[in-house]
């Protein structure tokens, strides 16, 4: 049965795929389930949960996971890294070479055999440095 529901192509599921892409700034489910909402106002949050990881298994969305307990949803499944901002939360691509995996010496990682190289960034956004310099010289 549930190889049936991650084949099927359900209206939510498409509201959600689309919701992820016109959001944009890798939202989290629960902004996800606000814009879905907008659309077909019957759909609950639980809902929104299991296609968020359906759309991940089937590769159509990646869950990017950092500092701190939330997931973020990204739209662009190729290879690349993030920032996040450690006082709004706000999740934002990083330009810079992924790192490939085929290119760490096992000393440098421990010796540890490397299945997946995830590298986040915490740092502050500009909108929150400019708010915290405000608040600075008041």
Known sequence: MLEVELRRNTRQKRVILQSVEQLGC?????????????????????????????????????????????????????????????VCGRVCDV???????????????SNFVVLEVCMNILGICPECAEQLEREKTQ
């Open 26 to 86: 890798h939202p989290t489910a629960i902004q996800i389930f606000s814009a879905v909402r907008k659309v077909l106002p019957r759909t609950s949050l639980s809902t929104v949960y299991r296609n968020l990881g359906i759309l991940v298994d089937q590769g159509k969305i990646k869950a990017v996971k950092g500092t701190g307990t939330e997931i973020h949803y990204d739209h662009n499944t190729g290879e690349h890294n993030h920032i996040k901002c450690k």
């Open 95 to 109: 330009n810079i070479e992924p790192v490939d995996i085929d290119t760490l010496n096992s000393e440098a990682v």
